[in-house]
């Protein structure tokens, strides 16, 4: 009978947390795609198209086999999402696993030494094993990494890439030293290689690789070699970024002029001195190895050597750009298009060590070229442009850099300086308090302590939002507020997650175990987990207020802290040992750490699951069916763009519709690309050709200071800005185009409007004669010309959208000229002088409420919150008002005429929808149930004003309980909401109705909460 050993139990225990991960994973992970990137990737992994820079490539070839297999075996195209949503399951709990194994090694070596001990007694093995469990496991249930690891994202990839190098590297560290054992360390650099074909995280872990080399090849450790092995780590990042991530296409692109240019040879043959040169550099790098049998520069040369095979993944983004896919963001199709791709310039740059403060004037700019294909040969067609400031403008390590006017007044906010020049100290102040204390701190506890509730956090000082909290009443009471009377909708929060502290104790127990027992050890860590956690910090420079929480980012610091999680378990044992158990030591110390990750998944579950939520998917259906046949819509942001993008090219949804995305449009590259025929969509029209477009061409259009004013119609102003008429700028600079007037009208063939179907022969006489369009500034931009432009050229062909969830400034002056149709505004060829200004964007224009209705009862979906008790993210919550306005719009309409029943309907089917349990009644719930009361309809209404009640009334109990100064962090508004509007409003909706004895109810509830003289 075999015997398992050691090593057998090792292997076990890593492969059981990979299990145990994965089918937590399997049954939490979304069925279909997800909000923000994820549609972008999942449809890039289906059909090996061009994601936004700088590209994921081997995410995209793997994901693209895990969509292959799912495209065999069913014909739900919604299964290719699920696919690619499992492979980042599988990643992460491959993750854990390696942190699990890692663990292991750790504690083996805390606990026996560098001394080969084939089979330690049982107690060591019980504590190895279990320390590498429960810190697999942790990882596995951390936020942050769960929150990747069910949806197709390359951050789950990327996180199993950084733990492989890691753990490869100390395989390598704890075995004996021998040459045969570096082959670890070389896979350890081939594995970091491949993860920049994902995200460079991976490479972070060099500065600690160069820690724990240093520590095994020298016997004597000073603090200045130390230092010395954390700076060659954090060269070898700069090495790779600036020689190969960068340094390669940089050459590739000189290379490319010289034998484009200058020979004459045709576009791509600078590769081949490129790979002359590479090769060549290799040869000699093994040759002088060889000669002087030099075993480091060996390792370093096949290191390299594995760097660039994994580097050479980014080949397959040119060569699928160069294929022209429907989704080619930035058309790398080229070296010098590649470039900015890869240094992602479309994102600006932060400073990092000496940079301007938000206030600071630039004083000049530096302008570099850049080349394009221009017929056979590249040619300068944009300059990349950097401003200039003045020396005293500029600090040491900048943080606060951004200077728009909304994050200029969020930075005063922050430093609480509400004029002047910020001082230095003002910048270490915002480093401390927003970039460590809110945006690192908040996000570590958030994973080892526990969370408040799932809204973005925006302030630290707002306690209604965000903020860590740990189910200790006695510590949350000081952290945020008394926690005695919370409402059952903040106590039932499915994103309230209370960890008691126990993995953030269990961790600093393991951290101090490991200081005192491997100092070295510990410390090779530690410099991980800082360069993950707070360098990341460093490197980003966030600016307040971001889109969402950035937490995701993070995860190397989280899973390094998990690892400590697990020497918990020998921490706890060594206290145990003064205890008088007998052999039930070290059982006792797993179990009480076991119960931290235990705690953690069972609290993250029901938050972290999306098994039935199919938001961005079925939102994404409803703008496009929104759409009448061949349309174009112009969205916004990533959320009203990217699931609209995976709805079409991987459930082929709607792929007659164009969706044409504002925050792109200002670019030659995205113009261009709807230029083509695009699935079932055709081309689209413009007047201006490609060459008008083309890189910094008419980037703005000026109308000179004493050019005429008269009134041109449109076709005629875009054939006048297409052509050439110079206008010379400041500082010389010419213009090769300007604005002829900033009066434009478009001009309306009635005839061809009807016989076009832009608009029913019935409407003729409502139909205009011109729609006027606006310069007021005198300045029109590219996008605004390129929006003008399909107007212009396709209005007649196609019917043209915006989505409500655009701002208001894209809509180009047009409000009156639209007409809400669901969840797009048509333009269309009547006016309608008076805007509703309480549906804000959807009040713009008229309003075809039968057809809303129709899309409303028959065609939308869901999203799995009319059928499914789900967590609701606050992204999701943009895409519900979306939907919410737009019913109250159309049943208010229906009211107006006289149609009471199909407001009703409406109505009916918004609670139907959105019901109580996934979104909780508030304030903005009062205009839904006055439709039920103008619709005579109080029997319906009534349930909904009794939840609402139940919901003030608790609310208002909880906010008495609070002090004055908690009171005003953050929850006064919404009492004096609740007391002002909310409150009144049910009485007069019971009055109104005759409803006396509930008027009675309410008057009764709500009278001990009445406070005169509430401040505003």
Excluded at 275 to 281: T, Y
Excluded at 580 to 606: E, R, S, T
Excluded at 835 to 852: E, W
Aim: net charge neutral; aromatic share 14%; proline share 5%.
């Amino acid at each position: 009978m075999n015997k398992y050993t050691f090593r057998h139990l090792i292997n076990a225990g890593g492969w059981l947390v990979f299990l145990v991960s994965f089918l937590v994973y399997f049954f939490t992970a979304e069925r279909t795609g997800s909000l923000w990137d994820c549609g972008e990737f999942i449809l890039g992994a289906h059909k090996l198209q061009v994601v936004h820079p700088p590209g994921a490539p081997i995410f995209l070839i793997i994901g693209r086999l895990f969509a292959w297999v799912a495209d065999i075996l069913s014909s739900d195209p919604s299964r290719i999402a699920f696919a690619v949503n499992l492979f980042s399951g599988l990643a992460t709990a491959a993750a854990a696993m390696f942190v699990a194994w890692t663990t292991m090694i750790f504690s083996k070596l805390a606990l026996l030494g560098r001394e080969k001990v084939d089979e330690p007694n049982f107690t060591n093995q019980l504590l190895i094993i279990g320390s590498g469990v429960v810190g697999g496991l942790a990882t596995a249930f951390s936020s942050s990494i769960w929150f990747s690891a069910v949806e197709g994202e390359v951050y789950a990839l990327s996180t199993f890439f950084t733990t492989l190098t890691l753990w490869a590297t100390i395989k390598w560290y704890s075995l004996p030293d021998e040459d045969q054992t570096d082959r670890w360390l070389i896979f350890a650099l081939y594995s970091a290689g491949l993860s920049t074909g994902v995200h460079l995280l991976s490479i972070l872990t060099f500065p600690a690789i160069g820690l724990f080399y240093y520590f095994k090849k020298y016997k004597k450790h000073t603090l200045l070699g130390m230092a010395a092995a954390f700076g060659a780590g954090v060269v070898l990042i700069g090495l790779i970024q600036t020689l190969i991530i960068t340094g390669i296409p940089n050459l590739w692109a000189q290379l490319e002029l010289l034998m484009v240019n200058g020979f004459g040879l045709p576009f791509h043959t600078g590769l081949i001195p490129l790979f002359l040169i590479i090769g060549a550099v290799l040869y000699f790098g093994f040759r002088y190895a060889h000669q002087h049998q030099n075993a480091l520069v060996q390792t370093l040369m096949v290191g390299m050597s594995l760097l660039l095979i994994s580097y050479s993944v980014i080949g397959v983004v040119v060569i699928r750009a160069n294929a022209g896919p429907p989704i080619n963001m930035n058309a790398p199709t080229d070296a010098h298009r590649l470039l900015p791709y890869l240094n992602r310039d479309q994102y600006g740059e932060r400073a990092l060590l000496k940079g301007p403060h938000f206030d600071a004037q630039a004083v000049g700019v530096e302008s570099s070229e850049k080349y394009g294909q221009v017929g056979d040969r590249y040619e300068v067609i944009d300059y990349k442009i950097s401003p200039k400031y003045k020396s005293s403008d500029e600090s040491f390590f900048p943080r606060m850099g951004h200077s728009d006017s909304q994050r200029k007044q969020l930075y005063r906010i922050w430093i609480n300086k509400k004029s002047g020049n910020p001082t230095m100290g003002d910048n270490l102040a915002f480093f401390w308090k927003y970039q460590i204390k809110f945006m690192y701190w908040r996000y570590f506890m958030w994973n080892f302590a526990g969370k408040q509730n799932g809204d973005q956090g925006v302030f630290a000082w707002d306690l209604k939002r965000g903020h860590w909290q740990s189910g200790i009443p006695a510590v949350d009471n000081v952290l945020l507020y008394n926690q005695r009377e919370l409402p059952t909708t903040m106590k039932e929060n499915k994103a309230r997650n209370s960890y008691f502290l126990l993995p953030f104790l269990f961790g600093l127990l393991g951290l101090l175990y490991q200081f005192r027992n491997r100092r070295n050890d510990a410390i090779g860590l530690l410099a991980l987990f800082l360069i993950t956690g707070i360098g990341i910090i460093i490197y980003s420079n966030q600016p307040p207020q971001e889109p969402r929480e950035r937490d995701y980012v993070l995860v190397g610091s989280f899973f390094t802290f998990c690892i400590w999680m697990g020497m918990g378990v020998i921490g706890v044992y060594r206290l145990l040992q003064k205890v008088p158990m007998g052999k039930a030591q070290a059982p006792v110390a797993l179990a009480l750490v076991l119960l931290a990750p235990i705690v953690m998944g069972f609290q993250n579950f029901d938050d972290h699951s999306r098994k039935n939520l199919s938001a961005a998917r079925d939102y994404a259906h409803n703008f496009l069916e929104t759409c009448e046949p061949n349309s174009i819509i112009f969205t916004y942001g990533d959320n009203d763009t990217y699931p609209l993008w995976y709805a079409q090219e991987v459930e082929g949804i709607r792929t007659d519709v164009r969706v044409v995305n504002l925050s792109l449009i200002a670019v030659d590259w995205y113009i261009n690309s709807t230029r083509r025929k695009v699935n079932d969509s055709p081309a689209l029209k413009f007047t201006l050709p490609k060459e008008a477009y083309r890189g910094d061409k008419r980037n703005v259009l000026y109308w000179p200071p004493n050019g005429g004013n008269q009134t041109m119609s449109l076709a005629a102003g875009m054939k006048y800005m297409g052509e050439r008429h110079p206008l010379r700028g400041n500082g010389g600079r010419e213009f090769e185009s300007h604005l002829p007037t900033k009066n434009f009208v478009f001009n309306i063939d009635k005839n061809r409007a009807i016989q076009s179907g832009w608009a029913d022969p019935s409407e003729q006489d409502q139909i205009i004669s011109q729609i006027p369009i606006t310069i007021g500034d005198g300045a029109l931009t590219k996008d605004e010309l390129a929006i003008l432009d399909i107007i212009q050229s396709n209005v007649y062909d196609r019917p043209i959208y915006f989505a409500v969830t655009s701002r208001e400034s894209k809509l180009m002056g047009l409000g009156k000229f639209l007409q809400l149709e669901g969840l797009g505004l048509r333009i269309v060829p009547f006016e309608t002088p008076q805007k509703a200004a309480q549906f804000g964007i959807h009040g713009n224009g008229g309003i075809d409420a039968d057809k809303i209705y129709e899309l409303v009862m028959n065609k939308f979906k869901w999203g799995g919150f009319d059928k499914h008790d789900v967590f609701v993210t606050s992204s999701i919550i943009p895409s519900y008002f979306a939907h919410k306005t737009m019913i109250e719009r159309a049943a208010y309409t229906f009211l107006q005429r006289g149609e009471s029943q199909r407001a009703v309907d409406l109505v009916d089917k918004f609670f139907e929808a959105f019901p109580h349990m996934n979104f909780p009644y508030d304030a903005k719930i009062l205009n839904t149930l006055r439709i039920y009361e103008q619709a005579n309809a109080y029997d319906k209404a009534k349930p909904h004003i009794e939840i609402l009640a139940d919901e003030m009334e608790e609310y208002l109990r909880f906010y008495r309980s609070l002090s004055q100064e908690d009171l005003s962090a953050g929850f006064k508004p919404d009492q004096n909401t609740a007391l002002r509007q909310v409150v009144p409003e049910l009485k007069r909706l019971a009055q109104s109705k005759g409803d006396t004895e509930f008027l009675n109810e309410l008057n009764a509830r709500f009278e001990p909460y009445q406070v005169s003289n509430i401040s505003n």
